[in-house]
């Protein structure tokens, strides 16, 4: 019982310390470079050796 309350607890103080550095680095850019278009993300794809991440995006 005592492990579960001191666990919750740091998970607890983790999530507080760690709302600052989310917050912080809102204005940064992101890991991920999207491309416009698909042709385009093959060709860099295939230049850097890296795989693809196809995101399907349909506006309702």
């Known amino acids: 019982m005592l492990r579960c309350i001191l666990s919750f607890l740091v998970a607890l ?3 507080f310390l760690a709302k600052p550095v989310i917050a912080d680095s809102k ?3 992101s890991a991920i470079s999207w491309e416009k278009t ?5 060709t860099k794809a295939k230049a850097a050796g ?3 991440l196809l ?6």
């Not at 995101?55 to 309702?60: E, N």
């Open 13 to 15: 103080a983790a999530i």
């Open 27 to 29: 204005d940064t850019l």
């Open 38 to 42: 698909f042709d385009d993300a093959v």
């Open 50 to 52: 890296k795989p693809i």
């Open 55 to 60: 995101d399907f995006f349909v506006p309702t």
